[in-house]
Antibody, heavy 119, light 109 residues
Framework: QVQLQQSGAELVKPGSSVKISCKASGYTFTSYDMHWIKQQPGNGLEWIGWIYPGNGNTKYNQKFNGKATLTADKSSSTAYMQLSSLTSEDSAVYFC????????????WGQGVMVTVSS | DIVLTQSPALAVSLGQRATISCRASQSVSISRYNLMHWYQQKPGQQPKLLIYRASNLASGIPARFSGSGSGTDFTLTINPVQADDIATYYCQQSRESYTFGAGTKLELK
């Protein structure tokens, strides 16, 4: 069965960077876009961007240009998101989510990673 | 960006019908495709796909969930509401990029 297993919670200092992971299993990793979505405490969901692991193509929400960098490792079926120059506004839960083939919705989600930015 | 507007909360009684609405700032339909989708999220969990393309039930989702609508106005219906349905419900459009509504929290009356 399809599973997206994300890395553990992170406590990081302002101004630093963090890299979180999303390990996929149960499907052909290189055939599906992987998206990343942000959820701040008590808030809704905000789309960050996607990566197509098959060729590394990416697309970002303009708001996250320069903040988020998406990569993927085909050998380990793992997608990564690096967040840089962290501020308190980056404290949130970050989800990876698979977009279905030839579809426009997210059919499987990771369990989420809580990132807390605090000195 | 296409803005999706949802009511913040809805109170219902168990066994009754719940109707959750989502209005888009512009049409999210292309030809016969209505690019609106619905998710359920419980506290501490990831969102779960319920309905895709406005009216299609996702795999494993009970038939008491249904969706309808086109253009700018969409509805998620739960009938009858069960205790396990208490959660927050989000609409999401994929007509232009990807945006989500702010969510409707379904509460017990």
């Amino acid at each position: 069965q399809v599973q997206l297993q994300q890395s553990g919670a992170e406590l990081v200092k302002p101004g630093s960077s963090v890299k979180i992971s999303c390990k996929a299993s149960g499907y052909t990793f290189t055939s599906y876009d992987m998206h990343w979505i942000k959820q701040q405490p008590g808030n809704g969901l905000e789309w960050i961007g996607w990566i197509y692991p098959g060729n590394g193509n990416t697309k970002y929400n303009q708001k996250f240009n320069g903040k988020a960098t998406l990569t993927a490792d085909k050998s380990s079926s793992t997608a990564y998101m690096q967040l840089s120059s962290l501020t308190s506004e980056d404290s949130a839960v970050y989800f990876c989510a698979r977009k279905g083939l030839r579809s426009y919705y997210f059919d499987y989600w990771g369990q989420g990673v809580m990132v807390t930015v605090s000195s | 960006d296409i803005v999706l507007t949802q009511s913040p909360a809805l109170a219902v009684s168990l066994g009754q019908r719940a109707t959750i609405s989502c209005r888009a700032s512009q049409s999210v339909s292309i030809s016969r495709y209505n690019l609106m989708h619905w998710y359920q999220q419980k506290p501490g969990q990831q969102p779960k796909l319920l309905i895709y393309r406005a009216s299609n039930l996702a795999s494993g989702i009970p038939a008491r969930f249904s969706g309808s609508g086109s253009g700018t106005d969409f509805t998620l219906t739960i009938n009858p509401v069960q205790a396990d349905d208490i959660a927050t419900y989000y609409c999401q459009q994929s007509r232009e990029s990807y945006t989500f509504g702010a969510g409707t929290k379904l509460e017990l009356k």
